[in-house]
């Protein structure tokens, strides 16, 4: 049972890695692109590392793969903002639908 879990789990965040690459293939500004990654791939991250984590043969490598996923966030976060802040401060403009 706990190998079609993390199985379950390990696809579930190969389909959100899939997800965060098509919006970054296809969304139109880099506010846009910030968001489908930042959500998608640590959402991805977090299902691959649980999956992971069921599978480990001890406690302290499940915790050890566990704290991967905080330290992850909290980098993707910075580092989004500071993309984000650089892309505002050189002058880009979101995105705007155009009216016909």
Not at 29 to 43: C, E, F, G, M, P
Request: hydrophobic residues 55%.
């Amino acid at each position: 049972m706990i190998d079609i879990l993390s199985a379950v789990l390990q696809i579930a965040g190969a389909f959100f890695y899939f997800a965060g690459t098509l919006g970054l293939l296809r969304f139109p500004d880099v506010y846009s692109r910030l968001h489908a990654l930042t959500k998608a791939d640590n959402l991805g991250l977090g299902c691959v590392l649980i999956g992971l984590a069921l599978q480990a043969e001890t406690l302290a490598g499940s915790l050890k793969l566990l704290l991967i996923w905080p330290l992850a966030l909290a980098a993707s976060a910075g580092v989004s903002y500071a993309i984000a802040c650089r892309a505002d401060s050189l002058g880009v403009s979101p995105w705007r639908k155009e009216k016909h």
